[in-house]
Protein backbone atom coordinates (compact mmCIF):
# COMPACT_ATOMS: atom_id res chain seq x y z
CA UNK A 1 0.00 0.00 0.00
CA UNK A 2 1.23 3.48 -1.11
CA UNK A 3 2.36 5.19 2.27
CA UNK A 4 1.91 9.22 1.66
CA UNK A 5 3.11 11.18 4.30
CA UNK A 6 0.88 14.56 5.74
CA UNK A 7 3.83 16.92 4.57
CA UNK A 8 3.39 15.42 0.88
CA UNK A 9 -0.03 16.15 0.78
CA UNK A 10 0.29 19.44 2.03
CA UNK A 11 3.10 20.05 -0.39
CA UNK A 12 1.18 18.31 -3.42
CA UNK A 13 -2.09 18.25 -4.39
CA UNK A 14 -3.57 20.45 -1.66
CA UNK A 15 -1.02 22.90 -1.91
CA UNK A 16 -1.54 23.27 -5.83
CA UNK A 17 -5.31 23.87 -5.22
CA UNK A 18 -4.53 26.48 -2.37
CA UNK A 19 -2.23 27.97 -5.07
CA UNK A 20 -5.16 28.26 -8.01
CA UNK A 21 -7.15 30.04 -5.21
CA UNK A 22 -4.18 32.32 -3.93
CA UNK A 23 -3.40 33.66 -6.87
CA UNK A 24 -6.93 34.89 -7.37
CA UNK A 25 -6.67 37.05 -4.46
CA UNK A 26 -3.91 38.95 -4.00
CA UNK A 27 -4.22 41.45 -0.85
CA UNK A 28 -1.07 44.09 -1.96
CA UNK A 29 1.01 45.80 0.81
CA UNK A 30 2.94 48.83 -1.14
CA UNK A 31 6.10 50.31 0.71
CA UNK A 32 6.29 53.67 -0.90
CA UNK A 33 9.63 54.24 -0.97
CA UNK A 34 11.23 56.25 -4.23
CA UNK A 35 9.03 56.97 -7.31
CA UNK A 36 7.07 53.78 -7.94
CA UNK A 37 4.69 54.72 -5.49
CA UNK A 38 3.10 57.14 -8.12
CA UNK A 39 2.09 54.79 -10.31
CA UNK A 40 0.20 52.55 -8.37
CA UNK A 41 -3.13 55.24 -8.11
CA UNK A 42 -3.30 55.15 -11.99
CA UNK A 43 -3.19 51.14 -11.93
CA UNK A 44 -5.07 50.67 -9.25
CA UNK A 45 -7.86 53.45 -10.48
CA UNK A 46 -10.39 53.13 -12.74
CA UNK A 47 -8.79 53.52 -15.83
CA UNK A 48 -6.42 50.34 -15.28
CA UNK A 49 -7.90 48.83 -12.71
CA UNK A 50 -6.54 46.50 -11.31
CA UNK A 51 -8.92 44.61 -9.14
CA UNK A 52 -10.43 42.96 -12.08
CA UNK A 53 -7.15 40.69 -11.33
CA UNK A 54 -8.65 40.04 -7.62
CA UNK A 55 -5.64 42.32 -6.47
CA UNK A 56 -5.91 45.01 -4.20
CA UNK A 57 -5.20 47.33 -1.74
CA UNK A 58 -4.42 46.03 2.12
CA UNK A 59 -3.54 48.73 5.06
CA UNK A 60 -1.34 46.50 6.93
CA UNK A 61 1.78 44.02 6.55
CA UNK A 62 -0.27 41.24 8.94
CA UNK A 63 -3.39 41.07 6.23
CA UNK A 64 -1.25 41.12 2.96
CA UNK A 65 0.32 38.93 0.42
CA UNK A 66 2.48 40.38 -1.60
CA UNK A 67 5.02 43.00 -0.48
CA UNK A 68 5.42 45.87 -3.63
CA UNK A 69 9.26 47.63 -2.90
CA UNK A 70 8.37 50.98 -5.60
CA UNK A 71 12.02 51.84 -5.90
CA UNK A 72 15.28 52.36 -4.69
CA UNK A 73 16.46 51.64 -0.60
CA UNK A 74 18.05 53.20 1.60
CA UNK A 75 19.71 51.52 4.42
CA UNK A 76 16.94 53.11 6.84
CA UNK A 77 14.21 51.65 3.83
CA UNK A 78 15.48 48.64 4.63
CA UNK A 79 15.44 47.94 8.41
CA UNK A 80 11.48 48.71 7.89
CA UNK A 81 11.08 46.84 4.63
CA UNK A 82 12.57 43.65 6.65
CA UNK A 83 9.93 44.38 9.59
CA UNK A 84 6.88 44.45 7.30
CA UNK A 85 8.45 41.56 5.66
CA UNK A 86 8.68 39.16 8.67
CA UNK A 87 5.05 40.40 9.77
CA UNK A 88 3.36 39.28 6.88
CA UNK A 89 1.92 35.78 7.04
CA UNK A 90 3.08 33.03 5.07
CA UNK A 91 2.82 32.90 2.05
CA UNK A 92 3.72 35.93 1.12
CA UNK A 93 5.77 37.62 -2.23
CA UNK A 94 8.12 40.03 -2.92
CA UNK A 95 8.00 42.16 -6.45
CA UNK A 96 10.41 44.95 -6.66
CA UNK A 97 9.47 48.14 -9.32
CA UNK A 98 12.76 48.89 -11.60
CA UNK A 99 15.87 48.75 -11.80
CA UNK A 100 16.80 50.27 -8.27
CA UNK A 101 16.04 47.25 -6.09
CA UNK A 102 17.80 45.00 -8.77
CA UNK A 103 21.20 46.59 -9.13
CA UNK A 104 20.99 50.37 -7.41
CA UNK A 105 19.79 51.78 -10.53
CA UNK A 106 21.06 55.54 -11.08
CA UNK A 107 21.25 55.46 -7.39
CA UNK A 108 24.16 52.86 -7.23
CA UNK A 109 26.84 55.27 -6.51
CA UNK A 110 24.95 56.54 -3.88
CA UNK A 111 26.30 55.87 -0.04
CA UNK A 112 22.32 55.65 1.75
CA UNK A 113 20.72 53.31 -0.84
CA UNK A 114 21.63 49.41 -1.12
CA UNK A 115 22.21 48.14 -4.38
CA UNK A 116 20.43 44.81 -4.54
CA UNK A 117 17.20 43.88 -2.49
CA UNK A 118 17.48 40.17 -3.46
CA UNK A 119 20.56 40.37 -0.52
CA UNK A 120 18.42 40.98 2.17
CA UNK A 121 14.82 39.57 1.37
CA UNK A 122 13.97 37.29 -1.22
CA UNK A 123 12.36 39.09 -4.23
CA UNK A 124 10.03 37.15 -6.40
CA UNK A 125 10.02 39.15 -9.80
CA UNK A 126 10.99 42.20 -10.73
CA UNK A 127 9.79 44.47 -13.33
CA UNK A 128 11.40 46.34 -15.75
CA UNK A 129 11.31 50.19 -16.29
CA UNK A 130 12.10 53.69 -14.45
CA UNK A 131 9.67 53.31 -13.37
CA UNK A 132 7.24 50.63 -14.98
CA UNK A 133 4.04 52.18 -15.97
CA UNK A 134 0.84 50.91 -15.15
CA UNK A 135 0.82 48.44 -17.88
CA UNK A 136 4.20 47.18 -16.95
CA UNK A 137 2.62 46.51 -13.13
CA UNK A 138 0.00 45.01 -14.72
CA UNK A 139 2.03 42.80 -17.15
CA UNK A 140 4.72 41.63 -13.87
CA UNK A 141 1.09 40.68 -11.60
CA UNK A 142 -0.29 38.24 -14.11
CA UNK A 143 2.93 36.51 -14.29
CA UNK A 144 3.04 36.62 -10.75
CA UNK A 145 -0.36 35.19 -10.97
CA UNK A 146 0.54 32.75 -13.08
CA UNK A 147 3.95 32.07 -10.95
CA UNK A 148 1.99 31.73 -7.87
CA UNK A 149 -0.83 28.81 -9.56
CA UNK A 150 2.33 27.07 -10.92
CA UNK A 151 3.96 27.14 -7.68
CA UNK A 152 7.00 28.81 -8.94
CA UNK A 153 6.83 31.75 -6.62
CA UNK A 154 9.13 30.20 -3.26
CA UNK A 155 10.62 33.54 -2.19
CA UNK A 156 9.06 32.64 1.12
CA UNK A 157 10.41 29.37 1.40
CA UNK A 158 13.52 30.68 0.65
CA UNK A 159 13.50 32.87 3.44
CA UNK A 160 12.92 30.13 5.74
CA UNK A 161 15.42 27.85 4.56
CA UNK A 162 18.19 30.78 3.83
CA UNK A 163 17.01 32.68 7.07
CA UNK A 164 20.90 33.10 8.51
CA UNK A 165 22.27 33.53 5.16
CA UNK A 166 19.35 36.41 4.75
CA UNK A 167 19.89 37.67 8.34
CA UNK A 168 23.81 37.99 8.20
CA UNK A 169 23.48 40.20 5.30
CA UNK A 170 20.72 42.22 6.66
CA UNK A 171 22.89 42.69 9.83
CA UNK A 172 26.06 43.51 7.88
CA UNK A 173 24.45 46.18 7.01
CA UNK A 174 22.09 47.26 9.22
CA UNK A 175 24.12 46.92 12.69
CA UNK A 176 27.90 47.74 11.34
CA UNK A 177 30.76 48.39 13.79
CA UNK A 178 33.11 49.46 11.73
CA UNK A 179 33.93 51.84 9.05
CA UNK A 180 33.83 50.48 5.93
CA UNK A 181 36.16 52.64 3.99
CA UNK A 182 39.50 50.97 5.90
CA UNK A 183 42.70 50.99 3.14
CA UNK A 184 43.96 47.22 2.57
CA UNK A 185 40.50 45.69 2.16
CA UNK A 186 39.90 44.73 -1.64
CA UNK A 187 36.45 45.24 -2.77
CA UNK A 188 36.46 42.56 -5.16
CA UNK A 189 37.17 39.47 -2.82
CA UNK A 190 33.53 40.75 -0.87
CA UNK A 191 31.93 40.91 -4.53
CA UNK A 192 33.19 37.41 -5.21
CA UNK A 193 31.73 35.97 -2.13
CA UNK A 194 28.52 37.17 -2.58
CA UNK A 195 28.39 35.53 -6.51
CA UNK A 196 29.63 32.44 -4.65
CA UNK A 197 26.52 32.32 -1.91
CA UNK A 198 23.83 33.56 -4.60
CA UNK A 199 24.73 30.24 -6.90
CA UNK A 200 24.95 28.42 -3.50
CA UNK A 201 20.83 29.71 -3.26
CA UNK A 202 20.18 28.84 -6.97
CA UNK A 203 19.49 25.57 -6.14
CA UNK A 204 16.91 26.18 -3.43
CA UNK A 205 13.61 25.41 -5.82
CA UNK B 1 22.51 98.51 2.29
CA UNK B 2 25.89 97.28 1.60
CA UNK B 3 27.41 100.20 2.42
CA UNK B 4 25.91 100.68 5.67
CA UNK B 5 26.67 96.92 5.91
CA UNK B 6 30.49 97.28 4.98
CA UNK B 7 30.84 99.86 8.23
CA UNK B 8 29.34 97.84 10.53
CA UNK B 9 31.14 94.45 9.66
CA UNK B 10 34.71 95.88 9.82
CA UNK B 11 36.52 92.50 9.31
CA UNK B 12 34.21 90.97 6.86
CA UNK B 13 33.73 91.48 2.82
CA UNK B 14 30.38 92.15 1.81
CA UNK B 15 29.81 92.16 -1.61
CA UNK B 16 26.40 92.77 -3.86
CA UNK B 17 25.10 90.58 -6.76
CA UNK B 18 22.60 90.40 -8.97
CA UNK B 19 20.64 93.58 -7.09
CA UNK B 20 18.89 92.34 -4.73
CA UNK B 21 21.64 89.80 -2.93
CA UNK B 22 24.65 90.36 -0.53
CA UNK B 23 27.15 88.43 0.03
CA UNK B 24 29.09 88.50 3.70
CA UNK B 25 32.01 86.95 3.32
CA UNK B 26 33.52 85.84 7.13
CA UNK B 27 35.94 83.92 9.28
CA UNK B 28 34.37 81.16 11.23
CA UNK B 29 34.61 82.17 15.18
CA UNK B 30 33.56 86.05 13.52
CA UNK B 31 30.50 84.65 12.58
CA UNK B 32 27.90 84.58 15.64
CA UNK B 33 28.98 88.83 15.48
CA UNK B 34 28.33 89.44 11.89
CA UNK B 35 25.03 87.75 12.16
CA UNK B 36 23.75 89.17 15.14
CA UNK B 37 24.70 92.37 13.43
CA UNK B 38 22.64 91.67 10.14
CA UNK B 39 19.76 90.10 12.52
CA UNK B 40 20.00 93.62 14.29
CA UNK B 41 19.77 95.72 10.53
CA UNK B 42 16.58 93.97 9.40
CA UNK B 43 17.68 90.66 8.38
CA UNK B 44 15.36 88.80 10.40
CA UNK B 45 14.48 85.42 9.04
CA UNK B 46 17.36 82.57 8.72
CA UNK B 47 16.34 80.36 5.71
CA UNK B 48 18.58 77.99 6.04
CA UNK B 49 22.47 76.29 6.55
CA UNK B 50 24.50 74.67 4.23
CA UNK B 51 27.88 74.12 4.00
CA UNK B 52 30.21 73.64 0.86
CA UNK B 53 32.99 72.18 0.97
CA UNK B 54 35.90 74.00 -1.14
CA UNK B 55 38.91 70.78 -0.96
CA UNK B 56 41.18 72.61 -3.40
CA UNK B 57 41.66 75.75 -1.03
CA UNK B 58 41.31 73.20 2.22
CA UNK B 59 38.20 75.12 3.90
CA UNK B 60 34.53 74.90 4.36
CA UNK B 61 32.25 77.17 3.78
CA UNK B 62 28.93 77.25 6.52
CA UNK B 63 26.75 79.24 4.60
CA UNK B 64 23.71 81.32 6.06
CA UNK B 65 21.03 82.24 3.76
CA UNK B 66 19.32 85.43 5.53
CA UNK B 67 16.07 87.17 3.98
CA UNK B 68 15.33 90.22 5.42
CA UNK B 69 11.53 91.57 5.10
CA UNK B 70 12.02 95.53 6.01
CA UNK B 71 14.81 95.59 2.86
CA UNK B 72 13.53 92.87 0.71
CA UNK B 73 16.92 91.70 0.86
CA UNK B 74 18.52 88.37 1.02
CA UNK B 75 22.19 87.49 2.03
CA UNK B 76 24.26 85.46 2.14
CA UNK B 77 26.91 84.70 4.88
CA UNK B 78 29.79 82.57 4.25
CA UNK B 79 31.68 81.78 7.35
CA UNK B 80 35.02 80.14 6.00
CA UNK B 81 36.59 77.82 8.38
CA UNK B 82 39.82 75.79 8.38
CA UNK B 83 39.50 71.82 7.25
CA UNK B 84 42.11 71.17 10.24
CA UNK B 85 40.06 73.08 12.85
CA UNK B 86 36.25 73.22 11.95
CA UNK B 87 34.97 75.15 14.39
CA UNK B 88 32.06 77.48 14.18
CA UNK B 89 30.32 79.02 17.07
CA UNK B 90 26.63 78.09 17.41
CA UNK B 91 23.84 80.59 16.36
CA UNK B 92 20.96 78.33 18.22
CA UNK B 93 20.34 81.59 20.54
CA UNK B 94 19.56 83.84 17.74
CA UNK B 95 17.30 81.33 15.98
CA UNK B 96 16.50 78.44 17.74
CA UNK B 97 15.97 77.01 14.43
CA UNK B 98 20.04 76.47 13.89
CA UNK B 99 19.69 73.77 15.28
CA UNK B 100 18.40 71.25 13.67
CA UNK B 101 20.26 72.69 10.54
CA UNK B 102 24.07 72.63 12.66
CA UNK B 103 23.06 68.72 13.79
CA UNK B 104 22.81 68.13 9.99
CA UNK B 105 25.77 69.82 9.15
CA UNK B 106 27.67 68.24 11.39
CA UNK B 107 26.51 64.65 10.40
CA UNK B 108 27.05 64.93 6.84
CA UNK B 109 30.43 67.35 7.24
CA UNK B 110 31.72 67.13 9.84
CA UNK B 111 31.22 70.74 11.05
CA UNK B 112 31.73 71.50 15.22
CA UNK B 113 29.69 73.63 16.20
CA UNK B 114 30.72 75.40 19.54
CA UNK B 115 27.89 75.73 22.07
CA UNK B 116 25.50 73.69 20.92
CA UNK B 117 23.98 71.41 23.34
CA UNK B 118 22.95 68.14 20.52
CA UNK B 119 25.01 67.28 17.99
CA UNK B 120 23.64 63.34 17.60
CA UNK B 121 23.19 61.60 14.32
CA UNK B 122 20.30 62.75 12.82
CA UNK B 123 19.46 61.11 9.19
CA UNK B 124 22.33 58.40 8.91
CA UNK B 125 21.57 54.76 10.22
CA UNK B 126 24.62 53.69 12.33
CA UNK B 127 26.74 55.16 10.61
CA UNK B 128 30.55 54.51 11.86
CA UNK B 129 32.95 56.61 8.50
CA UNK B 130 33.80 60.34 7.99
CA UNK B 131 30.52 62.53 7.35
CA UNK B 132 29.77 61.49 3.76
CA UNK B 133 29.31 65.18 2.16
CA UNK B 134 32.84 65.71 2.48
CA UNK B 135 34.81 66.01 -1.14
CA UNK B 136 37.14 63.39 -0.26
CA UNK B 137 34.34 60.76 0.80
CA UNK B 138 34.44 58.06 -2.23
CA UNK B 139 30.79 57.48 -2.46
CA UNK B 140 31.66 55.14 -4.77
CA UNK B 141 33.85 53.04 -3.62
CA UNK B 142 31.83 53.07 -0.49
CA UNK B 143 28.67 51.55 -1.93
CA UNK B 144 30.83 48.59 -3.61
CA UNK B 145 32.32 47.72 -0.83
CA UNK B 146 28.97 47.69 1.88
CA UNK B 147 26.79 46.97 -0.34
CA UNK B 148 28.55 45.09 -3.01
CA UNK B 149 28.28 45.02 -7.05
CA UNK B 150 25.80 43.67 -9.45
CA UNK B 151 27.12 42.40 -12.55
CA UNK B 152 26.50 44.28 -15.97
CA UNK B 153 26.43 47.63 -13.59
CA UNK B 154 29.84 48.02 -14.99
CA UNK B 155 30.04 47.65 -18.11
CA UNK B 156 27.03 49.92 -18.51
CA UNK B 157 29.60 52.47 -18.25
CA UNK B 158 27.47 54.80 -15.71
Same mark, same amino acid.
Do not use: C
Given at each position: MLKVSREEILDGK????? $??FRSRSLWMLYYCTGCGAVELPPTMTSRFDIERFGIGPMATPRQADILLVTGYVSVKTLKRIVRSYEQMPEPKWVVGFGSCPVNGGIYWKS? @??INQLDRYIPVDLSLSGCMPRPQAVIDGFVNLMEMIRKGEAVGYKKY?? $???? /??? $? =? !? &?????? &? +???? +? %?IASVGKVQETKKKISVMEGVK | MARKLRRLLAGSTVNERYGNRLEVITDGPHAVSALVILKSSGFEHLSNITCVD????? #????? /???????? #??? @???? !?? !?? #?? @??????? %???? +?? @? =?? /??? &??HEMFGVEFTGNPDLSPLFLHNWRDMPPLRKDFDTEEYSRRAYGVVDGVEEAGV
Open positions: FERVL $NFY @ATRL $NYEW /YKQ $N =Q !A &EVLERT &E +PVLR +P %G | WIDEH #RMDVT /YNLWSYTH #RLH @AVVK !AQ !AH #RD @ALEVPTT %GEIW +PQ @A =QV /YER &EI
